[in-house]
């Protein structure tokens, strides 16, 4: 709250835990949950395709200009690939982006799936 976030942002596939509730009710902050969970590209895309579509429109759209914090409650970090795209929004180019999505990882792991969901993700909305 001392730095002006009023919103948060799940991304894990679990339900945010009592911790970060009440972290919200006690300190006036928005905590909004989007259950994603990349898995295999080919059988799962449509569904986190979709479910990134919105996330990227609460961060854009709805929220213009607000600090959120974004984060993965499951530590199955879908953040790196929300940046990523966020930067293709940006005008980055896909190896950057995907650039950035391995330096949310130690140790530069690579996930193929995530590396194709950001490389084919439909941008043209946002731009």
Known sequence: TSIGIRKFVSLGAGFPGIPERNLGKSNKIELTHYPILIGDYEDTKAQVESQLESVIDYIIVKNSGSKIYVYDDDGHSVVGVVCAILRRIDGWDEMSAIAE???FFPQSYFDTDAALLI????ISKWR
């Open 119 to 122: 490389a084919n993700f439909d």
């Open 101 to 103: 999505y391995v330096r």
